[in-house]
């Protein structure tokens, strides 16, 4: 019963997460938007591969990003003008035995990021309450955001502000947390969560280190953001 419910768990962790984003949820972040000089117009290109990890082969469907079918309008809510959506999941090891991130963006005119993340991050915390028992159908199912979002400086992270928070998924007694570390600029607004897929099947838990997320991310952003 383990093997089948663990890997559903898996499917269904991810689900949820990437469900929360869409309509931009899941936008945490900001500090001080006057920190982040605004270096012109950049777009997002996911790169064939970050560090280890390899761009999946079924990554590139634009309805997997926080925009889902192309609904502008909940970018515009939280200040994000003439968005554009992109998604990439990238993975290391061997399936059901490496890890994994997941990687949603946005690009367009972002005025003022630290406004566009705090009211993302408002809509976080409501939204997770909502979101929760949706993905796998369990009622018990439960979603939490623990604590507030962290302000990070990974190495690489450069004209940016980025924060990191831990969502938390129960079910059944079982606790899966997922940390989910997000940078902002004028431009470009970057999603990424990790999962040690082994570690989740076997019930250990199944977020990867937050640290870890956050120095993908810087990487991901590095390589992924050039000039429109």
């Known amino acids: 019963s383990g093997g089948k419910k663990k890997t559903g768990l898996v499917i ?3 689900a949820v997460v990437a469900a929360a984003a869409v309509g ?3 936008l945490f972040g900001g500090s001080d938007s006057a920190s982040v000089e605004d270096d012109g117009a950049h777009k997002l290109v996911p790169p064939a591969s970050v560090g280890e990890y390899k761009k999946g082969d079924a990554s590139d469907d634009p309805d997997d990003g926080p925009l889902g079918s192309g609904d502008k ?3 515009e809510e939280i200040g994000i003008k003439n968005a554009e959506n992109v998604a990439a999941t990238y993975e290391s090891g061997e399936a059901l035995k490496g890890k994994q991130m997941s990687f949603q963006g946005m690009y367009g005119d972002i005025e003022d990021p630290e ?3 705090d009211d993302g991050f408002a ?3 409501e939204n997770s309450k909502k979101e929760s028992g949706k993905a796998t159908g369990d009622p018990d199912e439960q979603i939490e955001l623990v604590g507030s979002p962290e302000s990070v400086e990974p190495d690489g992270l450069d004209n940016a502000v980025m924060k990191c928070q831990t969502a938390t998924i129960a079910e059944d007694g079982d606790s899966t947390k997922l940390p989910i570390c997000i ?3 004028h431009s470009t607004y970057g999603i990424v969560f990790g999962i040690d897929v082994a570690a989740m099947v076997k019930g250990g838990g199944g977020g990867l280190p937050t640290d870890e997320v956050s120095r993908f991310a810087a990487e991901l952003r590095k390589a992924a953001r050039v000039k429109a």
């Open 12 to 14: 269904g962790a991810v």
């Open 123 to 125: 809509k976080a915390d």
């Open 115 to 117: 406004q566009a993340v």
């Open 73 to 75: 309008k909940n970018a």
């Open 24 to 26: 931009a949820y899941f």
């Open 183 to 185: 940078w902002a600029d």
